[in-house]
């Protein structure tokens, strides 16, 4: 399966009787394309087939849905340069709003949808090898001299990026200093072998490859990853196995939103906020948790709640004493911030 899901980033298709077809027959404004992060490509197929089916019961109309998936700051840029997207569903406030940045969406993006345009949340775990030969239970093993480590590339992946603040966040939010937290992140990063460029791919060097001990993903694609593995990987929530420590790790919040200027242009401002709204619809929540991704709907989540085990899960803006995503970007990911320094500096560690 991940060898096929890598043959392109871009999937192309329409939910009709179960049958992948062209767009040939379909008008102008019956077409959407979601320009999403790369590892929900399993979510919006189930959300992609519903809204089609509900959408056509309700106005008559059969729509065209198209996806394009990749690393998340790099579909940011592709949306910036001309890839004409309907609808935005990327990994981080930053990417988004680089969008509004570039002129191509209005004020105030965040607070157009529900829960601050978060049908749902996630967050970073770890995907090990059967049985856990190594013992990696929490964020302190990740340095040890005998784990290697997979985790994505935080200039242009979106899981990169959530896996890098989880990890300098585990120090912070245990009560230990910026130096602590700069320190244990930089020798964590000696242990990459390889930095892919999106999650997706992280999954494939991974699980197909057999490279490394321990996997930083998303819950969602760590359940998938496991699933697809035939029993030779498992989930650890780090930090959930000691009886003094509460399992703990990043709150993840992927914003959607209409990117104004396409949807005005190609006339499908109606639909493409109806697409949106049908996110935050039960059998969208339903769907969204079937996915496992934590939906935003407290009901629901409630209804679920055995699917996710219980965390401590805290916003990256509580990194930053502004509290502000704008702060975490420059913070940590401008050039020449914090993590180019420690990419430099964990050359030089033995």
């Not at 004409?84 to 002129?103: E, N, P, Q, S």
């Not at 302190?140 to 990890?167: C, H, Y």
Request: charged share 25%.
């Amino acid at each position: 399966m991940w060898a096929r899901a890598l043959l392109g980033f871009t999937v192309v298709y329409v939910i009709a009787a179960g049958i992948w077809v062209v767009s040939a027959g379909f008008g102008r404004n019956e077409q959407l394309l979601n320009v999403a992060c790369d590892p929900t490509r399993e979510l919006w197929h189930d959300i992609n087939a519903a809204f089609v089916d509900r959408y056509e019961k309700e106005h008559g109309v059969r729509l065209f849905i198209r996806q394009s998936h990749g690393g998340s700051g790099s579909q940011a840029r592709a949306v910036v340069d001309g890839l004409a997207a309907d609808v935005v569903t990327l990994a981080l406030w930053t990417d988004t709003d680089a969008i509004r940045k570039a002129g191509l969406m209005d004020e105030g993006w965040e607070t157009r949808y529900p829960n601050r345009s978060l049908p749902y949340v996630s967050t970073i775990v770890f995907v090990v090898r059967k049985g856990n030969p190594k013992n990696i239970h929490d964020w302190a093993d990740l340095t040890r001299q005998d784990v290697e480590i997979i985790t994505p590339n935080p200039k242009t992946s979106g899981n990169g990026k959530w896996s890098f603040l989880a990890m300098w966040g585990s120090v912070i939010w245990r009560g230990g200093s910026e130096d602590a937290a700069k320190d244990f992140v930089t020798r964590a990063y000696k242990r990459v072998p390889v930095l892919d460029a999106a999650a997706r791919g992280a999954t494939v060097t991974f699980a197909q490859k057999g490279l490394g001990d321990v996997h930083l993903t998303w819950e969602n694609e760590a359940h998938l990853e496991v699933k697809e593995a035939d029993g030779k990987l498992e989930i650890v929530y780090p930090g959930a196995n000691f009886p003094d420590k509460k399992a703990i790790s990043v709150l993840a919040e992927p914003h959607v939103a209409v990117v104004d200027a396409n949807v005005r242009r190609k006339g499908t401002a109606e639909i493409a906020d109806s697409y949106v709204q049908f996110l935050y619809t039960e059998e969208a929540q339903e769907l969204i948790a079937k996915n496992y991704h934590r939906p935003t709907n407290a009901t629901i989540f409630t209804r679920h709640k055995s699917l996710f085990p219980d965390m401590e899960l805290h916003p990256a803006t509580t990194l930053v004493a502004s509290g502000k995503w704008n702060d975490v970007q420059k913070k940590f990911f401008a050039e020449g911030q914090l993590f180019d320094q420690i990419q430099a500096a964990g050359r030089q560690i033995p």
